[in-house]
């Protein structure tokens, strides 16, 4: 979260898997009921709705303005972010994303999305919230992760975004983002969360729950049985060499040029793959793309002087 003037931007990273923002991470469900719901821990109420935030799983969809479930899950971040400043009443400018080869078509479609009530009054884990939304802004993902930093990407990088349902591709070239190069592919960590679960039904016969199945997709094991884990960590492996296909797909060249991987699948190539660390570079900061937002949204305010 920045102040800038008299009102704070908050970065919001709106993913399938996982919302994020500068400070926060939380999953992207959320169930929705009239009557208030037996477990309250992150219950949302707006519109005379309650609203149990992390709960369920978003589907996988492009177009992520099809619904009331991502603005709602846009007031819990901006809830979240606030809460740690002891902040209830403020202004708020919204920094956002999407998928690279997205972003043209449904940019202003998803402005408008975020823009659709100027004035917000919602409570969140108990504690009111009065905002005014005084303006979105919409950044490309995957470049946003870098874009404070690109003065290190010296020489040839292919930076890959690996989020829950897509992986985004871009070239730099000395600093220079080549967007000829951009490529959005539906290969995501939740892809891999489907290809370990068919694997281990195929095998084993086992119905293993998909929250254990993202512990071993995340941190490379799981406190199961060995040869379920064995087999669960063979399809991984089989799902990250596809990622590195798609990468020469895209004319990635390991001897040519630099690997830069952001986003929450970095761990599928840190666990499932060998790779030179010399040439291959792992941000693990899962929340590297909402504060790539928050700083790409500041200079272009100074830069225009206001909203």
Known sequence: MKKYQDFYI???????????????????????????????????????????????????SP?????????????????????????????????????????????????QYLLQHQTVDFT??????????????????????????????????MLCDIGNGTMNLLRIKNTVPDQTTMATEEYGVYQCVKTVRKALMDEHQAKIDEDT?????????????????????????????GIFRVL????????????????GGGCLIRHFSEYDRNRVCINADICAAAKGFEYIAYKQLVRKGGV
């Not at 809830?79 to 400043?85: D, S």
């Not at 884990?125 to 870098?146: L, W």
């Not at 993202?214 to 399809?235: F, P, R, S």
């Open 10 to 60: 908050i970065g919001v990273d709106h993913g399938f898997g996982n919302m994020k923002t500068a400070n926060c991470c939380f999953p992207s469900g959320v169930i929705s009921s009239d009557t208030e719901p037996p477990f309250t821990n992150d219950l949302l109420e707006w519109n005379d709705k309650y609203y149990s935030i992390g709960a369920g799983h978003k589907e996988y």
């Open 248 to 263: 020469r797909e895209h004319d990635y060249d390991p001897k040519l040029m630099k690997l830069y991987v952001v986003g």
């Open 124 to 157: 969140f884990r108990r504690v009111d919230y009065h905002i005014k939304i005084v303006g979105a802004n919409v950044s490309p993902q995957g470049f946003a992760a870098v874009a404070e930093h690109l003065d290190n990407f010296q020489g040839n990088t």
């Open 213 to 241: 199945i993202t512990e071993i997709v995340k941190k490379g094991t799981a406190d199961i049985d060995n040869a379920y884990l064995q087999t669960a960590v063979g399809a991984a492996k089989r799902y990250t060499a």
């Open 63 to 111: 177009d992520k303005a099809t619904d009331d479930d991502y603005y709602v899950l846009t007031l819990a971040a901006i809830a979240r972010e606030l809460r740690r400043e002891h902040i209830t009443d403020a202004k708020v400018f919204i920094a956002a994303g999407l998928p690279l080869t997205w972003f043209d078509k449904h940019r202003e479609r998803f402005i």
